[in-house]
């Protein structure tokens, strides 16, 4: 799709659908719609001119170019005060509500929305920018979403690590895959007991970006279970094959950090993603076993399901000792997470009340919105183990379900400044809605890029 800004002003521009934002349903148009050799034109009325409205009259637009069959269209511009960040959500918009995973579709869907054309009387410059960027956080948006949408039999471990490696690559991102016998001797324990119930073997994925010169660092952590059936601790079988998806915070990771690359951003990050499988083979980690994690800790598996925190204690364990800067985890981590807050909010927690306010207000500009809520000592007692320093669950009936889990987190990254965010009912969509398509959304992409886009502004 190619996406460019022309003048409004020079007359007669010709295209098949033409969409007019307005925020006041009485005011004429005819001035602007004359300009125009339009054969269709769309008056699309939006309460307000909010960023996030923008992004849902990029995807009217979109949706509209589909419903009508054409391949091209015009939106005017609407009258905006930061013209730069109005135009990154248009396009937003415009790409992500195209969004089609049909790779798995034997008659692909003929529609191609090929051009768009942004009109405007002013501030073209910015608009282009705005397109560039736009642009390219979309495209790591989709990628993400290919990479959740994929299923477990063709996005195993190796397969996803592998593809992660290919993209970073071509952004020339530093990047390690390191395999079975390198986690084993790097002492990781909980990361291999996940994967002691499958026959593929499990990867850890480190990719490297540095944007400034700075010694200091970020820290990414993504929860990579490439498909997570419960293990011996089953799930019960309806709405399973959701969990092909519950590599999503690694994909966000994966797909944050080539963004940020492929923007330039100053800012210099390490992400880490355990990929791995959860399943209940012959050899598979049960309930009552102890494992020993790479920090040293034991831990005693009360339940094989609360998998993602034993592959994440490892990976945090591995960052956290190169002493970044601060740490951010993202998982889609616990049902207790979508119980407490739905499909719309991610549950926030942290260590670091300037790093989660940042996170929160990224969110808050991305329209990922995300919630904080406590980590108080309790819940870290809720975790101690009999046998072992800790388990793996809290609460036998799941009381706090995701904030006992993020205590088990908290063990593994000492005193660093650390966030986790948990995208358990956000990374899925039950529905084609306004940018989102039913499916993987692609959630926390746009996030970490917004909130480390702030983080270079400040310390420019
Ligand atoms: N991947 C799941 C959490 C999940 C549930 C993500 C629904 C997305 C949608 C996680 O590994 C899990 O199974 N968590 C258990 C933890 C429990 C055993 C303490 C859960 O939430 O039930
Ligand atoms: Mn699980
Ligand atoms: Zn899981």
């Given at each position: 799709m190619k996406i460019n800004v022309s003048d409004l002003a020079p007359d007669r521009v010709k295209t098949k659908l033409l969409v007019i934002p307005k925020k006041d349903k009485k005011k004429k148009i005819d001035i602007i719609?004359?300009?125009?050799?339009?054969?269709?034109?769309?008056?699309?009325?939006?309460?307000?001119?909010?960023?996030?409205?923008?992004?849902?009259?990029?995807?009217?637009?979109?949706?509209?170019?589909?419903?009508?069959?054409?391949?091209?269209?015009?939106?005017?511009?609407?009258?905006?005060?930061?013209?730069?960040?109005?135009?990154?959500?248009?396009?937003?918009?415009?790409?992500?509500?195209?969004?089609?995973?049909?790779?798995?579709?034997?008659k692909?869907?003929?529609?191609?929305?090929?051009?768009?054309?942004?009109?405007?009387?002013?501030?073209?410059?910015?608009?282009?920018?705005?397109?560039?960027?736009?642009?390219?956080?979309?495209?790591?948006?989709?990628?993400?979403?290919?990479?959740?949408?994929?299923?477990?039999?063709?996005?195993?471990?190796?397969?996803?690590?592998?593809?992660?490696?290919?993209?970073?690559?071509?952004?020339?991102?530093?990047?390690?895959?390191?395999n079975e016998k390198q986690i084993k001797k790097m002492g990781m324990g909980c990361f291999l007991g996940v994967a002691q119930g499958t026959r593929k073997e499990p990867k850890l994925v480190v990719i490297e970006y540095k944007g400034t010169k700075k010694k200091d660092f970020y820290a990414l952590v993504g929860k990579g279970i490439t498909f997570d059936s419960g293990g011996i601790s089953l799930k019960p079988s309806q709405g399973m094959h959701e969990m092909k998806g519950d590599m999503a915070g690694g994909a966000a990771v994966a797909c944050a950090i080539n963004a940020i690359a492929e923007l330039r951003l100053p800012v210099n990050i390490i992400a880490v993603i355990p990929c791995v499988e959860n399943m209940p083979g012959g050899n598979a980690m049960k309930p009552g076993d102890v494992l020993k994690s790479m920090s040293g800790k034991t831990v005693e598996v009360i339940n094989t399901d609360a998998e993602g925190r034993l592959a994440l204690a490892d990976a945090l364990y591995f960052v956290?000792?190169?002493?970044?800067?601060?740490?951010?985890?993202?998982?889609?981590?616990?049902?207790?997470?979508?119980?407490?807050?739905?499909?719309?909010?991610?549950?926030?927690?942290?260590?670091?009340?300037?790093?989660?306010?940042?996170?929160?207000?990224?969110?808050?500009?991305?329209?990922?919105?995300?919630?904080?809520?406590?980590?108080?000592k309790e819940y870290s007692e809720a975790i101690k183990s009999d046998i072992a320093d800790i388990k793996n669950i809290g609460?036998?009936?799941?009381?706090?379900?995701?904030?006992?889990?993020?205590?088990?987190?908290?063990?593994?990254?000492?005193?660093?400044?650390?966030?986790?965010?948990?995208?358990?009912?956000?990374?899925?969509?039950?529905?084609?809605?306004?940018?989102?398509?039913?499916?993987?959304?692609?959630?926390?992409?746009?996030?970490?890029?917004?909130?480390?886009?702030?983080?270079?502004?400040?310390?420019?």
């Open positions: 719609k004359n300009r125009f050799l339009a054969q269709r034109v769309i008056e699309v009325f939006l309460e307000d001119y909010g960023l996030e409205n923008i992004r849902k009259l990029g995807a009217k637009a979109a949706n509209l170019a589909k419903e009508f069959k054409v391949d091209e269209l015009s939106i005017v511009f609407p009258n905006v005060n930061d013209y730069y960040e109005a135009s990154k959500c248009l396009v937003e918009g415009v790409i992500l509500s195209s969004y089609d995973f049909d790779k798995f579709k034997t692909k869907e003929n529609h191609k929305l090929k051009h768009v054309t942004i009109l405007s009387k002013k501030n073209l410059n910015e608009i282009k920018k705005g397109i560039r960027f736009g642009e390219t956080v979309s495209k790591y948006v989709c990628l993400a979403r290919d990479f959740v949408n994929d299923p477990a039999n063709h996005a195993t471990p190796d397969a996803f690590a592998d593809r992660i490696a290919e993209i970073s690559k071509k952004n020339k991102l530093k990047i390690k895959i390191y956290a000792r190169k002493k970044p800067k601060a740490i951010i985890d993202i998982a889609t981590l616990t049902g207790a997470c979508v119980v407490a807050l739905g499909y719309h909010v991610a549950g926030l927690v942290g260590n670091d009340d300037k790093l989660t306010d940042l996170i929160f207000k990224a969110g808050e500009k991305t329209n990922e919105k995300v919630w904080k809520l406590p980590l108080y609460y036998d009936n799941g009381a706090a379900g995701s904030l006992t889990a993020a205590a088990f987190l908290k063990e593994f990254v000492d005193e660093i400044p650390w966030a986790h965010i948990d995208m358990a009912g956000t990374f899925w969509s039950k529905e084609n809605k306004d940018y989102y398509k039913k499916g993987a959304t692609g959630w926390g992409v746009r996030l970490f890029v917004e909130l480390f886009n702030s983080l270079s502004v400040k310390s420019a």
